[in-house]
């Protein structure tokens, strides 16, 4: 998507170990103009769909995955991360190990949320190795939840984590993918 | 608020020690309609003030924060919550008890995002004895950011936290205000 790999180039900044940062416009601060149209094109990918649901996992996915309900007019499920080992019987729950910071967590959604009537998107800003994406899809495949799309805004197709997911059979939707970044700042986008 | 204090009649759910469960439409679950409404009734209330910033804390305030950032179409900037010593000089930082669970954390957010010409208002979904808003508040003042109000879903008003904050000069604009719960489900709102 043209705007966004746009707004990558101008805001985003590479560090050293493949790290970008897009703090100035969806993870720490947040265009909400740009955010409305990035939700706008996810729904435009799956209204066809009869979507019930739009799941996501706190924190920088609630954003997004709010913009992409309002054109749907569904509810959103955010998972809520947890260290807790007692989370009792009514939660579906999914151990997630997480790259990024290198813990493990335990990704939480009720059971009075989700269930086998359900068709759903999932909504995240970034996949890297995809982790916390498969962890959301078992939480749906715990549920009986059709998964009808995952929508992304930023993939680092370097990481596979998004090849890895379409190849189980999703259908995953990008807006920006990152096949290669350089120490110089260069960023190389998937055609 | 009308609207929402017969959303939390409906489907809050309350259980010994105080404690409101609003997790079908507000912090785990999100009715996005609802969300655009107290977003658009906390933009009413500072229209005329000239905004800059929307800032809230991670997760659960995220929502509302895009919501009302986007009447204003001013960016979203959410604290983030860190157990890390080590920041480095580029952050605003302040120390944060949480009442909830025990632990204490620090709300961060980069100096890039947060100045002295800024003019801000804080949001969140609940306030109780509102030690993180009192967080963020500490933050705008080490930014140099002009605070113009303060606006909240639900304030726990038996737990003082929004009192404290108001006696402090600020103004508080909180949707529904609980005064009192009961264990039989009751629940008592300002006037």
Do not use: W
Not at 29 to 44: K, N, R, S, T
Not at 45 to 65: C, F, P, Q, R
Request: a negative charge; proline letters at 1%; hydrophobic letters at 40%.
């Amino acid at each position: 998507m043209k705007i966004l790999e746009e707004k990558i180039l101008e805001e985003g900044r590479v560090y050293p170990g493949n790290i970008l940062k897009v703090d100035s416009f969806l993870n720490h601060q947040i265009d909400v103009g740009l955010l409305d149209v990035l939700g706008e094109a996810i729904y435009e990918k799956y209204k066809d769909k009869k979507i019930t649901k739009i799941l996501t996992i706190e924190a920088s996915g609630i954003a997004v995955a709010c913009s992409v309900a309002k054109h749907f007019n569904v509810p959103v499920i955010f998972a809520k991360k947890s260290k807790s080992l007692n989370l009792g019987d009514d939660v579906y729950v999914s151990r997630i190990s997480s790259y990024t910071y290198g813990k493990e967590y335990d990704a939480v959604v009720s059971r009075d949320f989700l269930g086998n009537d359900d068709k759903v998107i999932i909504v995240d800003d970034f996949i890297a190795i995809g982790n916390a994406m498969k962890g959301l899809i078992e939480i749906c495949v715990q549920a009986g939840a059709k998964i009808e799309g995952i929508g992304i805004c930023i993939e680092k197709g370097y990481q596979h984590g998004g090849d890895d997911v379409r190849q189980m059979g999703y259908d995953v939707t990008s807006l920006a993918i990152i096949d290669d970044m350089k120490e110089d700042g260069t960023i190389i986008f998937r055609e």
